[in-house]
C-alpha cells in the first residue's frame, strides 16, 4: 500500500512538475512581445541619454560632507553628486579615511574655518 502512496505522490509531483513548466513557458511566450518592445525602446536616443545620464550619476562620487554640521549657513550650495576632492577624516572608530567632497562645500567649510 506504502508502494502505491509513494507511486502517486511521484505521479502528482511529476503532473505538478508539468503544469509549473506549461505555465513558466507560457508566461514567457506572453512576456516576449513585452521583451522585444523594451529592447526598442532601450535603443531609443532619448532612453540612450537617459540610461547614459544615470551611468555617468553612478560612476560619479557623492558629497559626504555632512553640509548641516560642517556649513549650516551655507546647506544650499552641495553638489550631492559631484565630488572633486576629498578631505581627510579622522575617527577612533575607521582611523584616517579620505572623504569625498565636492568644489562648493570645500569651499564652504574653508570659509567657515577661516572665519571661526
Ligand atoms: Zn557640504
Ligand atoms: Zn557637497
Redo the contacts with the bound molecule.
Keep these: 500500500m506504502s508502494d502505491d502512496r509513494d507511486s502517486d505522490l511521484a505521479e502528482t509531483l511529476a503532473e505538478a512538475g508539468r503544469k509549473v513548466g506549461q505555465a513558466l513557458t507560457d508566461a514567457v511566450e506572453r512576456m516576449r512581445p513585452a521583451f522585444d518592445a523594451l529592447a526598442d525602446v532601450a535603443n531609443l536616443p532619448e532612453v540612450r541619454a537617459v540610461i547614459e545620464f544615470a551611468e555617468k550619476t553612478m560612476r560619479r562620487r557623492p ?1 559626504l ?1 555632512f ?1 548641516s554640521r560642517a556649513h549650516p549657513d551655507d546647506l544650499g ?4 553628486f ?2 572633486v576632492t576629498t578631505r581627510r577624516f579622522s575617527s577612533d572608530l575607521l582611523g584616517d579615511i579620505e572623504v569625498p ?2 568644489a ?3 569651499a ?1 567649510r574653508a570659509a567657515r574655518e577661516f572665519a571661526g
Design positions: 558629497c560632507c553640509c550650495v552641495c553638489e550631492k559631484d565630488a567632497q565636492c562648493p562645500c570645500a564652504a
